[in-house]
Each structure stands twice: as structure tokens, then as C-alpha cells.
């Protein structure tokens, strides 16, 4: 049973506006979250990830927003711009645990 | 980036015959994973390794084994290898497993005729 979930496959951007990527997880062990971006032929690159003790983490233009009471996190970017356009993935793992548990991915496309 | 190389990057086998496919880490962290990517599945885990000879099962370890002779390799071994192995496998390390995120190799593209 998947315990991340990234129910939206794909997703498309104006340049320059937001983009919204969500990702709902099951497992209430999941105490840090984490955000990767991946390009075709290249291997997932971390972008930005966020403990349980906060609510929000920024990086630049990304900002990742975890709401621990609905099992939801998201990541936002703004403005978008066309070399963001990848599949990003988010992942979770747990204290104690070895593993890090990743959704099916979003394909974002930003659009010129 | 982090000192992850994977070989071969692609490969194309016949079903039945055995492939390993090996990861190699410059950076002497103690954890290494192999995932492996399908659409609409996203990255699962097949086995990882937590030191010199310590290896676990991942989700998906049906088919495959792993060894870890030493800290800088990690090879993932497909016994016999089926149509339904035909996928992208990443490798990744990872310094520790409390809040760090996890550095991934390039790919290897694996196709089983």
C-alpha cells in the first residue's frame, strides 16, 4: 500500500505564476518530509525537505509547507520558470526507520 | 554532486540470465539503497544496505539480492532476470538515516527481452 501519495500525475504553469505540487501521506510515524526534482535520463537531485517541528521551510524561489493534522505537505515555487519543468517527487521517512518512502511523482511543465 | 557512479547505464539481457548491475560511492556513507523506477509507481525500494555486509529487503525484493563486501560498492544482483525487471534502477547513499536526505546516481536502464 503506498504510504506517500501524489494523487496529481501532471501539472501545467505559466511562467512566472505558482506552482502547487501536493502530496498526502499515511504513515503517522513520517517525521521528515523531503522534496526531489528529477530530469529524463538523470537521477532524482534533492531540491528541499522539512522536519515535523515546523510547518514551513524556504529555499529561494521553493517553499515547502507541511500541515501534520491533515498528512499533507506541499511545494511551492514561485515564480515558476520553464527549467523547472521536471517530475518532482516528495519522500518520507521515519525515526528509527532505514527507509525513505516516495510518491509516484508530478510532472510539472511550465510553460514560456 | 555527490560521488555516486552506476554501471552500466544500460543494458539489454534475455530472460532467464543472471544481471548485476553495480553502484560505486566516493563519499563513504554508510547507506545505500537500490530503487527502481516504473510509471506509475514511482521510486520503490528493492534492498538497502546499512554497513559492510548488513543488507535488508526493501517493497519489492522478490527476484533480486544484494551484497556489500565493502563500503564503497553495492551491487543488485537479478537472479534470473524477467520481462517484468525491465526498469530504471537508481542507486543511492545517504550519510545516516535521522533527517538526511539521500543523494541518487545516474540510472541504469535495464531491458529484458
Known amino acids: 500500500d503506498q504510504q506517500v501519495k501524489q494523487n496529481s500525475p501532471s501539472l501545467s504553469v505559466q511562467e512566472g505564476r505558482i506552482s502547487i505540487l501536493n502530496c498526502d501521506y499515511t504513515?503517522?510515524?513520517?517525521?521528515?518530509f523531503l522534496w526531489y526534482k528529477k530530469y529524463p535520463a538523470e537521477g532524482p537531485t534533492f531540491l528541499i525537505s522539512?522536519?515535523?517541528?515546523?510547518d514551513k521551510n524556504e529555499d529561494g524561489r521553493f517553499t515547502v509547507f507541511l500541515n501534520k493534522s491533515a498528512k499533507h505537505l506541499s511545494l511551492h515555487i514561485v515564480p515558476s520558470q520553464p527549467g523547472d519543468s521536471a517530475v518532482y517527487f516528495c519522500?518520507?521517512?521515519?525515526?528509527?526507520?532505514?527507509?525513505?518512502?516516495f510518491g509516484t511523482g508530478t510532472r510539472l511543465t511550465v510553460i514560456p | 554532486d555527490a560521488g555516486i557512479t552506476q554501471s552500466p547505464r544500460h543494458k539489454v539481457t534475455e530472460t532467464g540470465t543472471p544481471v548485476t548491475l553495480r553502484c560505486h560511492q566516493t563519499e563513504n556513507h554508510r547507506y545505500m539503497y537500490w530503487y527502481r523506477q516504473d510509471p506509475g509507481h514511482g521510486l520503490r525500494l528493492i534492498h538497502y544496505s546499512y554497513g559492510v555486509k548488513d543488507t535488508d529487503k526493501g517493497e519489492v525484493s522478490d527476484g533480486y539480492s544484494v551484497s556489500r563486501s565493502k563500503t564503497e560498492d553495492f551491487l543488485l544482483t537479478l537472479e534470473s532476470a524477467t520481462s517484468s525487471q525491465t526498469s530504471v534502477y537508481f542507486c543511492?547513499?545517504?550519510?545516516?538515516?535521522?533527517?538526511?536526505?539521500?543523494?541518487f546516481g545516474q540510472g541504469t536502464r535495464l531491458t529484458v527481452v
Open positions: 519522500a518520507a521517512s521515519a525515526s528509527g526507520a532505514n527507509n525513505l518512502f
Open positions: 543511492a547513499i545517504r550519510p545516516g538515516r535521522e533527517a538526511t536526505e539521500a543523494f
Open positions: 504513515n503517522s510515524m513520517f517525521d521528515y
Open positions: 522539512i522536519s515535523s517541528i515546523k
